[in-house]
Structures are given as structure tokens and as C-alpha cells.
């Protein structure tokens, strides 16, 4: 029952180094999300992947780059980490009714660019 | 863009104490979601609401749909230490042009000191 599974749990980049978080889910769902949270801010959404081979932009794209790289698995790209990019990165996914059953969360990418 | 409003945005609980925070919009939705954040961990659904009016309970924890569609209610009854952590909100509107949920920006519920 693993879920929404995020890798790595704790990352720290200097600024312009580049990196990937990776999310895979084993739950067949059809669409997955990138979120960014910030104190105060709730949950942004970065990115997002409606079905296998689409992508969409979210409220806060702009530096970052995703893949769907299969159903199982929606990667979160970093080209040039800057310091405003330190959060706590969260992968989700749903199945068929979009959100109307919930997302499922993975436990978070706790990133710190320095 | 279409925004929740959560309040309030912290609070500070006494082991016993009922807890109440709402989230409202000026925009109608017709799916409201209530998820817990435990600390270091990701958000965890609490409740799903439907029906405008519906009333749902988990345990000591009753959620509402406002009758409105606008706005939803979290009460949680006798709390206790294991309540601490942020609340968040969702919606959404299933079936229409917004797929997506769109979430509050969270109650962040404390020990008192």
C-alpha cells in the first residue's frame, strides 16, 4: 500500500544547480500534480498531468519543467535552482473524477537551495 | 482566479476544547474537501462533501457544505493532542471547466502553551 512514493525526501542545491524529483504512484490513477508550499501560502499548484502524455501548467510554473513519463511515474525538473525555489514539494494523484474523490499525497521533497 | 479563504489562519487548542474554522468564496462549487497535515508529512483526506446542506462526520470531526455552495465548516469535538497540525479546504466543480481542486491556505491548529 506505498502509494504516492517521493524521492528524495531532503535535497540541498546551491543556486544554478540543477535536479529532478522524482513521484511515482501505484494506485493506476489517471492524473498527477505538482505542488510547492510555502509558510502562508498553502499549496501551489506548479504543474500538473491530466492523463498519460499530457502536461499543463499550474498557478507557478515558471522555472521548473516536468514528464510524464509513463502513468505510474510525473518527474518535477529543476534546471537552475535559485533560492525562492526552497519548499517543501509535494507529488499527488487521482483517479477517474479528477478531484472528486481526493488527491492522494506523497509525503514531500524538502528542498533548500542555497 | 478563483480563491478560498480560510480562517481563521491559526489557532491554539486546549486538550477538551471543540475547534471550528470555515473556508468560504465568492465562487460556487459543488465538491467540498476537508485534509489534515500532520507535521513532515503530506495532506491526508478528512472528509468529502457532495450536496449542498450535506452535514458529514468522521469520528469527532463534522464538516458541512455551506447552503450556498460557497462555503464549508470544520468542527472538530473534544480535541486532543493528536489534533495539531493544518487544515486545509478544497474545492471544486466536477464535470465543469474547473477539473482542478483549489485549495485554502490552511489552519494552522497549535497546543496551547
Known amino acids: 500500500n506505498a502509494g504516492v512514493t517521493q524521492t528524495p525526501k531532503f535535497q540541498v542545491l546551491k543556486t544554478g544547480q540543477s535536479m529532478t524529483l522524482q513521484c511515482a504512484q501505484d494506485?493506476?490513477?489517471?492524473?498527477m500534480y505538482w505542488y510547492r508550499q510555502d509558510p502562508g501560502m498553502g499549496l501551489r499548484l506548479i504543474y500538473y498531468?491530466?492523463?498519460?502524455?499530457?502536461?499543463d501548467k499550474g498557478e507557478v510554473p515558471n522555472g521548473y519543467n516536468v514528464s510524464r513519463l509513463n502513468k505510474r511515474e510525473f518527474s518535477l525538473r529543476l534546471e537552475s535552482a535559485a533560492p525562492s525555489q526552497t519548499s517543501v514539494y509535494f507529488c499527488?494523484?487521482?483517479?477517474?473524477?479528477?478531484?472528486?474523490?481526493?488527491?492522494?499525497f506523497g509525503s514531500g521533497t524538502r528542498l533548500t537551495v542555497v | 482566479g478563483q480563491q478560498l479563504n480560510q480562517s481563521p489562519q491559526s489557532m491554539f487548542i486546549q486538550e477538551g476544547e471543540d475547534v471550528s474554522m470555515n473556508c468560504t468564496s465568492s465562487?460556487?462549487?459543488?465538491?467540498w474537501l476537508w485534509y489534515k497535515q500532520d507535521p513532515g508529512e503530506g495532506p491526508v483526506l478528512l472528509i468529502a462533501?457532495?450536496?449542498?446542506?450535506e452535514l458529514t462526520s468522521n469520528g469527532r470531526l463534522t464538516a458541512q457544505f455551506g447552503i450556498t455552495r460557497k462555503d464549508s465548516f470544520l468542527n472538530i469535538s473534544a480535541s486532543i493532542p493528536s489534533d495539531v497540525g493544518i487544515y486545509f479546504c478544497?474545492?471544486?466543480?466536477?464535470?465543469?471547466?474547473?477539473?482542478?481542486?483549489?485549495f485554502g491556505k490552511g489552519t494552522k491548529l497549535s497546543v496551547k502553551p
Open positions: 494506485m493506476n490513477h489517471n492524473s
Open positions: 462533501l457532495y450536496k449542498a446542506g
Open positions: 478544497a474545492a471544486m466543480n466536477y464535470g465543469g471547466s474547473q477539473g482542478n481542486l483549489i
Open positions: 498531468s491530466a492523463s498519460e502524455g499530457t502536461t
Open positions: 499527488a494523484s487521482t483517479g477517474q473524477g479528477g478531484g472528486l474523490y481526493g488527491y492522494t
Open positions: 465562487s460556487i462549487f459543488n465538491t
